[in-house]
């Protein structure tokens, strides 16, 4: 069965430090990976995604690894802000358009 | 360019009653999918349209539908309301290239 699990279920930090959220998967076969962040009550909002031959990527302070020989990837957030609080939801998608979802990491910034 | 709107952005429906969620997708968009989000379960994918056809669906009861029109807006019916339907219900447009834009969901209330 196609599963993504995630970790930490949450998280709290104090704000300026660094944080990594883990996902692992068994997504077969395998087309890309997400991370979503999603604000409470509202809806996710694409921060990275990435193929099968990418092993980084950013986008501002938030940096998405890959490695899809053990099926892990990570998402690292530097130098947190209170903005940062959100869930965070790892997504894998198999063939051409069916998603799995992790059940998020809650992340807490705190002053 | 206008994102994935959702409508209305909160509902209170009484046991035993139907409701319907309405979805406009991003111009040019002819995938649409729904997803339900729950404290317990994150979210879990509904069932996809694309060009008015269903092309994918999830494990939920008959009593979930939904169709899509020439325009690519979506609408998704729930008959029969159980206290467990009770969720955030989003949904998803999509233009190819396996993006995926969420809209800010529709918060269902069964009491």
């Known amino acids: 069965k196609n599963q993504v699990e995630q970790s930490p279920q949450s998280l709290i930090i104090l704000e300026g430090k660094n944080c990594t959220l883990q996902c692992n998967y068994t997504v077969s076969p395998f087309s890309n990976l997400r991370w979503y962040k999603q604000d409470t009550g509202r809806g996710p909002v694409s921060l990275t995604i990435m193929t099968f031959s990418e092993n980084t990527k950013s986008n ?7 490695d ?6 990570s998402l ?20 051409y358009s069916t998603l799995t979802f992790g059940k998020g990491t809650m992340l807490l910034v705190s002053p | 360019k206008a994102g994935v709107t959702q409508t209305p952005r909160y509902l209170i429906k009484t046991r035993g009653q139907q409701v319907t969620l309405s979805c ?30 269903q092309r994918n669906k999830g494990n939920f009861p008959g009593r979930f539908s939904g169709r899509q029109f020439s325009n690519s807006r979506s609408e998704m019916n729930v008959s ?32």
């Open chain 2, 24 to 53: 406009s997708p991003i111009s040019g968009h002819r995938s649409v999918s729904w997803y339900q989000q729950t404290p317990g379960q994150g979210l879990q994918f509904l069932f996809e349209y694309f060009s008015e056809t």
């Open chain 2, 80 to 111: 029969t309301l159980e206290l467990g339907d009770s969720a955030l219900y989003l949904c998803a447009s999509s233009g190819g290239r396996g993006g995926y834009t969420f809209g800010s969901g529709t918060r269902l209330t069964v009491v």
């Open chain 1, 76 to 95: 690292h957030i530097t130098a947190s802000q209170l903005s940062d609080s959100a869930s965070y939801i790892c997504v894998v998608m198999e063939g």
């Open chain 1, 68 to 73: 899809a020989d053990t099926k892990q990837s």
């Open chain 1, 60 to 66: 501002g302070r938030y940096t998405a690894t890959l």
